[in-house]
Every structure is written in structure tokens, then in C-alpha cells.
């Protein structure tokens, strides 16, 4: 009996149809020779039998392909290597959004964006980004269903017809799903990392 194949962590790296790496989608499985696609948001698959040609299988099918187009639009969703340095700051009338603590229900609610201002321009693309970063942190902050954004480029466009930024737009349900788990949890982590640097002490519960 044929030994059955490992995932392969160059996989990660490698090409797919869009001509983008497959770290975008792409994650190992449970099992070493499993793998999962976090934009389909599939149960384990195997790759024991055909290794990467299991892969370029999946990565073929025309639910994946939509998949993809829901996701990631026609602006590439790009993760910096430092996020808090590029939400720290903004232009004076496209301003980036920063997180505030959440408050009890007896006290004032604070708004889930701070403004900054200063003198840079930001292109297109980026205030597009922006505004779906800041959406998708106001439907996690606020405990919106990922379904009520599905349709919500279409209204955005008849709202502001003249904006070329909801032209755009293009965060619906399964994209939101994939910026909040995947796009601002690297932003949060580090903003927890700088809190807890600058701690003289701390305690860590561990929740199961």
C-alpha cells in the first residue's frame, strides 16, 4: 500500500491560478496530510493521494474560484508585516480607525474609531481598504451579522453615487469573515503585545 503524502509547507508559497501565493487560502489541516482553505472555510481535505495536485484540484473548482472573487475583489488585501504602524495614523479627511476599549453597559459607550490627522494623501486603493477595515471592525465591535453586509456594496454605491471609494467597496459576507479572523487579528495581537510590554506584571488566565 502507497504511503500516503504530507502536507508541505513550500505548498504555502507556491502559485495558484490567480498567480498569487497560496499562504492567502491556504493552511495545513489537522492531520499531516490534510489541508484546509480558510476563504472556502472547508472541514479538513486530503492530500495523501495526489499531494499538490489535490491542491490545484481544489484550487480549480468554480466554488473556490468565486470564493476567491468574494473575498478578495479587485483590491489585493495585503497584511502588513507591522499593522499598528500602518493604522497608528492618517490624512485629514480619509482618517484610519484605531480600536477603543469596550465599556459596561451602565457607562457611556465609546466610539470604536479615533481620527488622526496629519498631512499625507493616501491612494485610492488604501482609503478603499480603510473603509472595509473600519466597517468590518465596526460589525465585530457592534455584533452585526456577517450576512447583513452582503449587499451592502450595492447600497453604499446608491448611497453615494459620485464616491469612487463605494464604487469599490466590496466587502460582503464571506470577505468580512475572512478580514476579521485573518486581516485585523494581526493588528490586535500586536496592540496586546505593546500593552503588555509596557506592564510591569501581568497575569494570564487560560480559558477552556
Known amino acids: 500500500m502507497p504511503r500516503k503524502i504530507d502536507f508541505c509547507s513550500k505548498w504555502l508559497l507556491k502559485f495558484d491560478n490567480t498567480d498569487r501565493v497560496c499562504s492567502r487560502w491556504l493552511t495545513k489541516g489537522k492531520t499531516s496530510n490534510s489541508f484546509r482553505c480558510i476563504v472556502c472555510n472547508t472541514d479538513d481535505l486530503s ?50 480607525c484605531t480600536t477603543a476599549s469596550s465599556t459596561s453597559v451602565n457607562q457611556t459607550r465609546i466610539s470604536f474609531v479615533n481620527i488622526y490627522n496629519d498631512q499625507r494623501s493616501l491612494t485610492r486603493v488604501v482609503k478603499v481598504t480603510r473603509a472595509e477595515c473600519m466597517w468590518a471592525m465596526a460589525t465585530s465591535q457592534l455584533g452585526f451579522s456577517y450576512n447583513s453586509s452582503q449587499f451592502l456594496p450595492e447600497v453604499f454605491r446608491f448611497m453615494f453615487p459620485g464616491s469612487q471609494i463605494a464604487t469599490d467597496y466590496s466587502l460582503r459576507s464571506r470577505k468580512m469573515s475572512y478580514v476579521i479572523s485573518h486581516g485585523t487579528v494581526y493588528y490586535l495581537t500586536n496592540e496586546l503585545i505593546k500593552d503588555v510590554r509596557k506592564a510591569y506584571g501581568f497575569t494570564l488566565f487560560l480559558m477552556r
Open 47 to 96: 492530500c495523501g493521494n495526489g499531494g499538490w495536485y489535490d491542491l490545484k484540484k481544489h484550487f480549480d473548482l468554480p466554488k473556490h474560484i468565486q470564493c476567491m472573487k468574494d473575498v478578495f475583489g479587485s483590491i489585493p488585501l495585503v497584511v502588513s508585516p507591522h499593522p499598528s504602524a500602518s493604522l497608528s495614523s492618517n490624512t485629514n479627511d480619509d482618517s484610519v
